[in-house]
């Protein structure tokens, strides 16, 4: 990530360096390669009524440009306060992408025969292995002739799969027949 610190009607202080290095550190790691350019503003304003500093952030991501603006007495909460909005509007950004993915990729859902490898039911949920040996996580939600308090592992079931956010998951759960 590329970074450009300014400073406008004031000196740069080394602890406000010091600062803004440990945020882009930790949007380097919260969000690898995903900002590409980071620049930071620090101006000292004329105007009494708005505090004594504003600090503006402009970042670059793919495809979008976030830009945060915050005012106040001093430089180093408002900086803080000023990343972790930036934080939020990235997360954001982020979710939204991950929206979209999720309607493009469309994943039919299909049926399958398994067999209950695992339950927690004080956690209110299993795991099936499928016909082809694949874990499919379900929820005690997804069961539907049948209660949790009732499955035993190595009963067999049928199950409507589909995609989660963390891989295969049943969509419902029935007792085989």
Same mark, same amino acid.
């Given at each position: 990530?590329?970074?450009?610190?300014?400073?406008?009607?004031?000196?740069?202080?080394?602890?406000?360096?010091?600062?803004?290095?440990?945020?882009?550190?930790?949007?380097?790691?919260?969000?690898?390669?995903?900002?590409?350019?980071?620049?930071?503003?620090?101006?000292?304003?004329?105007?009494? *009524?708005?505090?004594?500093?504003?600090? #503006?952030?402009?970042?670059?991501? +793919?495809? $979008?440009? /976030?830009?945060?603006? @915050? %005012?106040?007495?001093?430089?180093?909460?408002?900086?803080?306060?000023?990343?972790?909005?930036?934080?939020?509007?990235?997360?954001?950004?982020?979710? *939204?992408?991950?929206?979209?993915?999720? #309607?493009?990729?469309?994943?039919? +859902?299909? $049926?399958? /025969?398994?067999?209950? @490898? %695992?339950?927690?039911?004080?956690?209110?949920?299993?795991?099936?292995?499928?016909?082809?040996?694949?874990?499919?996580?379900?929820?005690?939600?997804?069961?539907?002739?049948?209660?949790?308090?009732?499955?035993?592992?190595?009963?067999?079931?049928?199950?409507?799969?589909?995609?989660?956010?963390?891989?295969?998951?049943?969509?419902?759960?029935?007792?085989?027949?």
């Amino acid at each position: 990530m590329e970074l450009k610190i300014e400073a406008r009607n004031v000196e740069l202080r080394k602890g406000w360096q010091a600062r803004i290095q440990e945020e882009k550190e930790k949007l380097i790691r919260h969000y690898p390669n995903f900002v590409l350019h980071l620049r930071v503003s620090i101006e000292a304003t004329t105007h009494h *009524k708005e505090g004594g500093f504003e600090i #503006k952030l402009v970042a670059s991501v +793919p495809n $979008d440009t /976030v830009v945060v603006t @915050r %005012k106040g007495e001093a430089v180093r909460p408002v900086l803080t306060e000023s990343f972790d909005v930036l934080t939020l509007q990235l997360k954001e950004i982020q979710r *939204k992408k991950r929206k979209s993915k999720k #309607k493009s990729e469309h994943v039919i +859902p299909h $049926d399958g /025969v398994g067999i209950i @490898r %695992k339950l927690s039911p004080y956690e209110s949920y299993g795991f099936i292995t499928s016909a082809d040996k694949r874990d499919i996580y379900f929820h005690e939600n997804a069961l539907k002739n049948i209660n949790m308090d009732d499955l035993e592992e190595g009963d067999s079931v049928i199950f409507g799969e589909s995609y989660g956010d963390k891989g295969p998951q049943a969509t419902w759960v029935r007792a085989a027949e």
